[in-house]
């Protein structure tokens, strides 16, 4: 979230300090994401903790609340046993929950890891997408040492179809010229509702296909773009696990399909250490659902849930440039990926 949420730096550190035993001396908003309000926190003693707040009063943070029993006791399980130690995970409180709440809202602690994300670093050099696919195929590795009885599997869910005609009917029927943000939308987005509903027909006909598709299914990340990676060092870390699932490996595959392909395919059987089959069908249900859930995103959070115009302002340029504009791009991608698994198959 761009904006604080209205909590006192004060009464957020108290109810820390209560619960995790901490003498915390600073809080610090960051001003990053929408599934969460993200802050950081440092101690009297030195030591640092990444803070997640979920607001009960919006309804997507409210859901995402439902997701904590999901990965919060993966990341934990993944370091503390070693499966995987390049990562976010919760800090247990007193009473050994990974989980706080009070006020109506949720607050999650979590270990602080040190450098800065890669949100601002794309396009990525051959050697961090080189990384990226090998701790993808590591982690997928890992799959049958994870206890899975909490994850989500797959079921190649597109419910938000129903937000995003919500929001397009509001934008068509509503009057908003005296919301410049508003009026923004009908402008950007109206036009484009005929293609819209191409993709969404073509979303549902993917989904078919995803489904009829008996390949094993791993652990997947579901959500590897730069703002959740963090580079210290030589090392690479991941953060953000809140859409991890057991999912077709194609789940972390979907913001590497461009230039980066043949890097990141290469590298991830080098890691996996044999042949690898990609089913291309499957990339692009992930990656046409991946824009359109986010559309419905942006246009609930701004017609719906934003309270403030700088959110508000926010989510207008993700729509703008994050979003609608990288529709058209997908099958261009997905040809050149083609063409390298072609290539490789009969070398």
Request: aromatic letters at 12%; charged letters at 25%.
């Amino acid at each position: 979230m761009e904006v604080k949420y209205g909590i006192e730096d004060r009464v957020l550190a108290m109810n820390l300090d209560k619960a995790y035993g901490l003498q915390i001396e600073s809080v610090y908003f960051i001003p990053m994401g929408d599934s969460a309000y993200s802050y950081w926190v440092s101690c009297m003693n030195g030591e640092r903790y990444y803070v997640k707040l979920f607001d009960h009063q919006n309804d997507r943070q409210r859901k995402n609340t439902e997701r904590l029993q999901q990965y919060l006791p993966l990341t934990w399980q993944m370091f503390h046993q070693g499966h995987f130690r390049n990562i976010a995970y919760p800090i247990k409180s007193l009473n050994g929950g990974f989980e706080i709440t009070f006020d109506g809202i949720t607050v999650v602690l979590f270990n602080f890891i040190e450098g800065d994300t890669l949100a601002e670093a794309y396009p990525f050099s051959d050697a961090v997408v080189s990384d990226i696919a090998r701790s993808v195929a590591r982690f997928q590795q890992i799959t049958p040492l994870i206890d899975k009885t909490t994850l989500l599997e797959e079921t190649f869910d597109i419910s938000f179809e129903s937000d995003l005609e919500k929001c397009i009917s509001m934008l068509k029927n509503a009057e908003t010229s005296n919301h410049p943000i508003k009026e923004a939308l009908r402008e950007h987005v109206l036009p484009k509702e005929e293609r819209i509903r191409e993709l969404l027909n073509l979303v549902r006909k993917l989904r078919g296909v995803a489904i009829a598709d008996p390949k094993e299914k791993v652990l997947g990340h579901g959500d590897i773009w730069g703002g959740n990676l963090i580079r210290h060092g030589n090392e690479l870390h991941f953060i953000d696990w809140e859409s991890a699932m057991i999912a077709p490996l194609e789940l972390d595959f979907i913001n590497y399909i461009g230039d980066e392909f043949e890097v990141f395919y290469s590298a991830y059987e080098e890691q996996i250490g044999r042949s690898v089959s990609v089913n291309l069908d499957l990339i692009r249900f992930y990656s046409y659902r991946h824009h359109l859930r986010n559309l419905s995103n942006w246009l609930m959070n701004i017609l719906f849930r934003n309270t403030n115009e700088t959110q508000n302002d926010n989510d207008l340029e993700m729509i703008l440039y994050h979003c609608m504009n990288r529709w058209e791009s997908i099958e261009q991608k997905i040809r050149a990926a083609d063409v390298i698994l072609q290539r490789r198959l009969y070398r």
